[in-house]
């Protein structure tokens, strides 16, 4: 079984985000920048899955611009086999919409035939969390999202998922698309000798007219602020202190 | 202009607060028809006829609907689509698993956690954990949009809508539901409480938890917990505020021995009074506190349940 992880490449989550002054965006000039985490975990799993028999090769696909093959090469030094980079874009502040990464994911899973995409559940910069049920939808497949647990046997995966109330268990037929969340593993840190072999490893280069998607956004962005700031408040002395301030503020 | 939302239907029963909620984002769209699905749900459709601003309620009961499988969810609001121009629902962990792929199958963009309706194409939604707000205007012909609860008020209740009764869409027989694990508690809901008690990393253990649980019990407060207490084993997945856990926004937010992370404070951070509880007086939380006490929470927070 072919497993495919589509990973993003997204303002690394220990950067301060800062607006562009024009309101056209957040900006991404100069800025450290790396797998989306949902997606580390993705690849994570894949590999797992790799390792336990259960797959046989593992592709890390990204949709963007040029620079996400530097987000592919840490996907290979993890363990991915091979790697599928689709130019969409060529400004790093145009960010494609999921439901166009979507169609250009069905491209590729036409093409390779995989038994399993799996996927983080959402990126950290538009936060969407809408690319794998789209996936899912467009393929005419079985969805398991936020995924916390994943059990593949033959035809079917059982997939524990967090939901508001807990944890909800069901059962999916494969091929199916699953969206991972953080509790499913802890992403390795690719070694040394391992980056230095996913140099060596094959990445294939596309367009969105490879596989026949118009890539132009359905979503125009009118414009993007820094939210409000709140207020500054006080240091309380004591206990005593807190629970008075908080009876003069009618909160108790 | 017609708005189809999707009603919060757990087992039978209408979550009314977040619901209400998304009713009053939608009825700044048009006349809104509430979808309530389920194996049963005759009652949660009586009851979100009640819910002021809805004109009508479609309620779809089938057993394949009992657990809100995605697959037959969503393939049922494509088959009732044609008549609506906005589709929503409130942005609970079902309605984000459903919601897009309505979407995709309608073939238009997806709209997740909306926290403002500018008019009927333009909307407000977070990005990047709330640390901007981004304005979008759709150009497609059918808005399918989730609203985040937090930054709308519930509808009243005191009205009485129609109920209709529709059959069931085709089952896709994709998947099926195995077990729920959910933990019975007589607290508050988290998204909908009042007062919200939260423990981080600092709490050092799931027993050490119980400190926490007890300040909550004394505020009649729901428990909630940082990505870093839920990660360490401290709490339950469920209980998790933050970016990728439940964004809450209560009258009182008492964070304890939680450092304040980017992705935490996007999910607490419009709560009315925030309150932080740590030994470390640098900690980020301190900025969003308006009241902070440098102190350690082993002796301030059992402390604080007895004096209140």
């Given at each position: 079984m072919k497993v495919i992880v589509p990973v993003k490449r997204v303002i690394d989550y220990n950067v301060k985000v800062r607006g562009k002054a024009d309101g056209s965006g957040v900006d991404l000039a100069n800025v450290k920048m790396s797998m989306n985490p949902f997606d580390e975990i993705a690849v994570e799993q894949a590999i797992r899955l790799k390792e336990a028999g259960k797959a046989d090769e593992v592709i890390a696909v990204?949709?963007?611009?040029?620079?996400?093959?530097?987000?592919?090469?840490?996907?290979?030094?993890?363990?991915?086999?091979?790697?599928?980079?689709?130019?969409?874009?060529?400004?790093?502040?145009?960010?494609?919409?999921?439901?166009?990464?979507?169609?250009?994911?069905?491209?590729?899973?036409?093409?390779?035939?995989?038994?399993l995409v799996l996927c983080g559940k959402q990126a950290i910069d538009n936060d969407m969390n809408a690319t794998g049920q789209m996936l899912s939808a467009l393929m005419g497949w079985s969805q398991a999202t936020f995924a916390s647990d994943l059990d593949?046997?033959?035809?079917?995966?059982?997939?524990?998922?967090?939901?508001?109330?807990?944890?909800?268990?069901?059962?999916?037929?494969?091929?199916?698309?699953?969206?991972?969340?953080?509790?499913?593993?802890?992403?390795?840190?690719?070694?040394?000798?391992?980056?230095?072999?996913?140099?060596?490893k094959p990445m294939d280069e596309k367009t969105p007219a490879d596989y026949g998607v118009d890539a132009s956004p359905r979503l125009e962005i009118v414009n993007t602020v820094e939210p409000a700031a709140r207020a500054a408040g006080i240091k309380i002395g004591s206990v005593d202190e807190l629970v008075e301030k908080l009876k003069e503020a009618g909160a108790v | 202009m017609a708005v189809l939302l999707l009603a919060e239907v757990n087992d039978g029963e209408l979550a009314l607060d977040a619901t209400a909620k998304a009713v009053t984002a939608a009825t700044a769209l048009g006349d809104v028809t509430v979808l309530a699905t389920g194996a049963t749900c005759a009652d949660a459709a009586a009851e979100a006829a009640k819910i002021d601003g809805v004109a009508k309620v479609l309620c779809a009961?089938?057993?394949?609907?009992?657990?809100?499988?995605?697959?037959?969810?969503?393939?049922?609001i494509v088959s009732l689509a044609g008549d609506?121009?906005?589709?929503?629902?409130?942005?609970?962990?079902?309605?984000?698993?459903?919601?897009?792929?309505?979407?995709?199958?309608?073939?238009?963009?997806?709209?997740?956690?909306?926290?403002?309706?500018?008019?009927?194409?333009?909307?407000?939604?977070?990005?990047?954990?709330g640390n901007a707000m981004q304005t979008v205007k759709s150009s497609d012909a059918k808005k399918v949009i989730t609203f985040r609860g937090a930054t709308f008020d519930a509808a009243g209740t005191g009205g009485s809508a129609a109920v209709e009764s529709i059959g069931a869409a085709a089952d896709?027989?994709?998947?099926?539901?195995?077990?729920?694990?959910?933990?019975?508690?007589?607290?508050?809901?988290?998204?909908?409480?009042?007062?919200?008690?939260?423990?981080g990393r600092g709490v050092g253990s799931e027993d050490d938890f119980k400190i926490i649980e007890a300040l909550a019990d004394k505020l009649n407060a729901a428990v909630g917990a940082s990505r870093a207490a839920v990660d360490s084993g401290y709490a339950p997945n469920d209980w998790q505020v933050g970016q990728t856990g439940k964004v809450v926004a209560p009258d009182l937010y008492v964070a304890v021995g939680i450092s304040g992370a980017i992705q935490h404070l996007a999910g607490m951070k419009d709560s009315k009074i925030i309150v932080a509880i740590n030994k470390d007086e640098e900690a980020p939380i301190f900025q969003v506190a308006d009241f902070g006490l440098v102190a350690d929470l082993f002796d301030a927070v059992p402390d604080l349940t007895s004096k209140l």
């Open positions: 990204s949709v963007g611009v040029k620079q996400a093959q530097e987000t592919l090469r840490t996907a290979l030094a993890m363990g991915a086999d091979r790697a599928i980079l689709v130019v969409a874009a060529e400004d790093v502040h145009n960010d494609i919409e999921p439901l166009t990464v979507a169609k250009i994911l069905k491209g590729v899973v036409d093409e390779e035939q995989p038994g593949i046997d033959g035809d079917s995966a059982t997939v524990t998922r967090e939901v508001d109330g807990g944890l909800q268990t069901i059962k999916v037929n494969m091929p199916t698309v699953v969206t991972v969340d953080l509790r499913l593993n802890e992403p390795r840190y690719a070694s040394l000798p391992n980056i230095m072999k996913a140099k060596k | 009961e089938d057993t394949i609907y009992g657990k809100r499988l995605a697959e037959p969810v969503a393939d049922l609506y121009e906005h589709i929503v629902a409130p942005a609970t962990t079902d309605a984000k698993n459903v919601m897009p792929r309505v979407a995709a199958l309608l073939d238009v963009m997806m709209m997740s956690d909306v926290t403002a309706v500018v008019d009927g194409s333009t909307f407000e939604r977070p990005i990047y954990a896709p027989s994709l998947s099926s539901w195995v077990e729920d694990k959910v933990a019975a508690s007589d607290r508050p809901e988290l998204t909908s409480a009042g007062v919200v008690v939260s423990g």
